[in-house]
């Protein structure tokens, strides 16, 4: 008999077809398809509600939100980020001709070391993009200092974190920016989509700006702006996702291949298993979704990837 049927530990969540047919209906009678149109509109203020954050922007992919982050708050130089991670996060730092400087993580949490921050520090050194890996939360307090120390940007890479809370607020409330990624392979998807949490109006409108192309109205442009703008679509299944996400978090918290996965962990990579997050955090267990083929202990080696494959923490 074959063993190579896959057996999925995720597949990306969808609401039943049914479902999203009145949200299509609607963007069909309107012909609005884009440029921050009213599901867009709503999706970013229940979107603020459910994470307890005050200004958001959406996006296109959580990688050109990354990229904008980067443009909003001008930074240049050298920037210290962490070598666990997907390729998106230091891609996004070369995309703005940005020198990424690695400095290597904590075994135990997978998240950039703190301790080892400072001498990497450099004068052309201008922010910090750590990554709350695998949604579980970085040393924000420790960075923060850090940061504030030497007067650097801190940029979260929060693609894994949605809907993370960290001593009873949000997570994404930590740093200058916090960046999702709504991939349709992360524990909330929109198919594809991505956001940027900002901490004052004033940076959301710099940002939104950005993702239009730089446009402030239709006949002026302040700055070399991208095209990041979410569609209506993705945002319409954004707000039928959200009504359900709580279901299918738990659902994905008790899947039985979660647990097979887990414990298959394999010594030889312990080093590379996360530690169990501390119960007041609410992660999003976003990392496990990779299928298993064969058999449970060749899925635990590939979970447990090196440090140099994209897999280690892709979520694709
Ligand atoms: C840590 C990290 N950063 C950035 C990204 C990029 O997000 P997106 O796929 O939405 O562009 C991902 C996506 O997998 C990710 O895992």
Not at 69 to 83: F, K, N
Not at 170 to 175: Q, T, V
Not at 227 to 239: H, R
Not at 257 to 282: D, E, G, K, N, Q
Request: with cysteine.
């Amino acid at each position: 008999m074959s063993n190579d049927k896959e057996i999925f530990i995720t597949q990306p969540d969808l609401p039943p077809l049914d479902d999203f047919i009145p949200y299509l209906q609607k963007i069909w009678d309107s012909r609005v398809l884009t440029n921050g149109g009213p599901f867009h509109q709503q999706f970013e203020q229940l979107l603020c509600e459910y994470l307890g954050v005050e200004h958001i922007s959406l996006f296109t992919n959580g990688t050109i939100a990354l990229v904008t982050a980067l443009q909003a708050l001008r930074v240049t130089g050298e920037v210290i980020t962490t070598p666990y991670s997907f390729v998106a996060t230091a891609h996004s730092l070369l995309w703005n001709g940005i020198k990424p400087v690695f400095v290597d993580i904590d075994p135990h949490t997978l998240n950039l070391d703190p301790a080892r921050i400072e001498a990497a520090i450099t004068p052309q050194t201008t922010a910090i993009m750590p990554v709350h890996c695998y949604g579980h939360p970085c040393d924000v307090a420790a960075i923060q200092k850090i940061a504030d120390n030497y007067n650097l940007r801190v940029i979260y890479d929060a693609a894994h974190a949605f809907g993370v809370r960290y001593r009873d607020e949000s997570l994404l409330r930590h740093g200058d920016l916090s960046v999702l990624s709504l991939h349709a392979t992360k524990v909330f998807n929109t198919f594809e989509g991505g956001a940027i949490i900002s901490p004052d109006a004033k940076t959301k409108l710099r940002i939104d700006r950005l993702k239009n192309f730089g446009f402030v109205d239709e006949t002026t442009v302040v700055a070399p702006g991208i095209n990041g703008k979410m569609s209506e679509l993705n945002a319409a299944l954004g707000i039928l996702q959200l009504e359900r996400f709580g279901d299918a978090r738990r659902a994905r918290r008790s899947t039985p291949t979660t647990a097979a996965c887990s414990t298959a962990w394999p010594a030889s990579a312990a080093w590379a298993r996360p530690a169990s997050p501390p119960p007041t955090i609410l992660t999003s267990r976003s990392w496990w979704k990779k299928a298993i083929r064969k058999h449970a202990t060749r899925c635990s080696s590939d979970c447990a990837t090196t440090r140099s494959s994209r897999a280690a923490t892709s979520s694709r």
